[in-house]
Nanobody
């Protein structure tokens, strides 16, 4: 396993969760880290990404102002702080790493974690 996502769980609407993604120096050093999610019956979609130095971030419109992506390169870790969660945020969340700084599409990510389930109840 090259990346490992954790932190998912069951939370009520309006609540918060913090997802973590841990990797090795090989899978983190110099890579953009992204978070994706896949709801049942839907395609995997981009959620957020952060550049190697953490100075360039980007979010899908539906999570802007609610989710915050960050990383700690000394720990080879990245995080997704999710606030004001909504039932439509329910999905399996995946972290991934890409050599491309501005990528938001699945095929451009080279390493993937196994996913962590987030369930938001109404």
């Amino acid at each position: 396993v090259q990346l490992q996502a954790s932190g998912g769980g069951l939370v009520q609407a309006g609540g918060s969760l913090r997802l973590s993604c841990e990797g090795s120096k090989r899978t983190f050093s110099g890579y953009t880290v992204g978070w994706f999610r896949q709801a049942p019956g839907k395609e995997r979609e981009f959620v957020a990404r952060t550049s190697w130095h953490g100075d360039i971030t980007y979010y899908v419109d539906s999570v802007k102002g609610r989710f915050t992506i960050s990383r700690d390169n000394f720990k080879n870790a990245a995080y997704l702080q999710m606030n004001s969660l909504k039932p439509e945020d329910t999905a399996v969340y995946y972290c991934a790493a890409s050599v491309k700084v501005f990528s938001t599409i699945v095929p451009e990510y080279d390493y993937w974690g196994q996913g962590t389930l987030v369930t938001v109840s109404s």
